[in-house]
């Protein structure tokens, strides 16, 4: 009579075992899928100004008065060629601490700048954040 639940239970442990154990296949979210929601990711910082270089580090020149901006070192992503990095000439969206929000591109690397903080072209600076007087305001930013 013992062999009896012993039966039972060896069945009803396989049974479970295949229940959880599931031989169909699981949908990955496309890659395009993964790559839109790293864009909408949105970063908090310190949004200041810089007198463009004229070449930055992704090897272009640009001026003051274009809406361009250098992004931090930890998310610029920089290699050993920064010119072919891949978040230059990339968009983001820009919102100051006003509510002002421009889209502008990305052109080089604030390599003094923490994660999250933003180095504007006067031209960005000024209609994001107001007047240079300012020197410095909060933004949040996501790449487009």
Avoid at 20 to 38: F, I, Q, T
Avoid at 41 to 46: E, H, I, N, S
Avoid at 103 to 112: E, F, K, L, N, S
Wanted: glycine share 8%.
């Amino acid at each position: 009579m013992i062999l009896y639940p012993i039966a039972f239970l060896l069945i009803l442990s396989s049974y479970t075992s295949s229940l959880l154990v599931s031989s169909a296949p699981v949908e990955l979210e496309s890659r395009s899928k993964v790559v839109n929601k790293v864009k909408n990711v949105l970063f908090r910082g310190v949004g200041t100004y810089y007198e463009v270089p004229g070449v930055g580090s992704c090897g272009k020149p640009d001026t003051d008065d274009e809406m361009v901006v250098a992004v931090n070192a930890p998310q610029m992503k920089n290699g050993s060629n920064p010119n072919k990095n891949p978040e230059c000439e990339k968009y983001v969206v820009i919102e100051g601490d006003k509510g002002k929000t421009v889209t502008a591109r990305i052109v080089d690397t604030c390599p003094t700048c923490p994660k999250g903080a933003l180095d504007m072209a006067p031209k960005v600076f000024k209609a994001v954040c107001g007047g240079l007087s300012k020197g410095e305001c909060k933004i949040k930013w996501h790449f487009k």
